[in-house]
């Protein structure tokens, strides 16, 4: 059911995006260097560019983990309040 205030309720799995972006970063490092090698500058700055951006977000990722369990609450924590009333 939904309530609205999802944007203000919802969780972000920390730890898969953590793994997802430790594996994204591994296969951008190895694309940009693979293709530089090859003499693809193109292709090997795109892999650049996507390098930093799972840098970033990785940073990101990390920086919401050690904020801890008040800006994550953990499952003991109610989602939300259905509504009163439908509408």
């Given at each position: 059911?939904?309530?609205?205030?999802?944007?203000?309720?919802?969780?972000?799995a920390?730890?898969?995006?953590?793994?997802?972006?430790?594996?994204g970063?591994?296969?951008?490092?190895?694309?940009?260097?693979?293709?530089?090698?090859?003499?693809?500058?193109?292709?090997?700055?795109?892999?650049?560019?996507?390098?930093?951006?799972?840098?970033?977000?990785?940073?990101?990722?990390?920086?919401?983990?050690?904020?801890?369990?008040?800006?994550?609450?953990?499952?003991?924590?109610?989602?939300?309040?259905?509504?009163?009333?439908?509408?």
């Amino acid at each position: 059911m939904r309530t609205g205030s999802e944007p203000s309720t919802a969780r972000s799995a920390l730890r898969a995006r953590l793994w997802l972006s430790v594996w994204g970063l591994v296969w951008a490092i190895a694309g940009t260097a693979a293709f530089a090698l090859a003499g693809r500058p193109g292709w090997a700055i795109a892999c650049g560019v996507l390098w930093l951006i799972v840098t970033v977000d990785l940073a990101m990722v990390l920086r919401h983990i050690r904020q801890g369990p008040h800006y994550q609450p953990g499952p003991d924590i109610p989602p939300y309040r259905p509504p009163e009333h439908r509408l």
